[in-house]
């Protein structure tokens, strides 16, 4: 795997949740914790980056989606203790992709 190396001037860098690799903030989606239809806790996209609370990064992809869901890395990014749905990240990225 070839790592692309991050120059300071592109800006702020953080790291994907799920592939774990670094990139500029902006070719990232930014997540947060939110209630979902039903009221339970659960991983909502932040597209511009203006929500309140605590963010984790993620490329815009199904794989890194899918490494995150399955390593259960938003919970910890997040830092809350109970399980979270990325079901609506999911359905995020599968619009974006469409388009």
Aim: glycine share 10%.
């Amino acid at each position: 795997m070839v790592r692309a190396t991050v120059t300071p001037s592109a800006g702020p860098v953080r790291t994907c949740v799920g592939c774990r690799e670094r990139a500029t903030k902006s070719e990232l989606l930014r997540v947060v914790a939110g209630s979902g239809p039903d009221g339970r806790v659960v991983v909502v996209p932040d597209p511009t980056a203006t929500a309140p609370g605590r963010g984790a990064y993620l490329h815009p992809t199904a794989r890194c989606h899918e490494l995150a869901v399955r390593r259960r890395a938003f919970g910890r990014a997040l830092r809350v203790s109970e399980h979270l749905a990325g079901e609506l990240v999911g359905e995020h990225l599968a619009r974006t992709d469409d388009q």
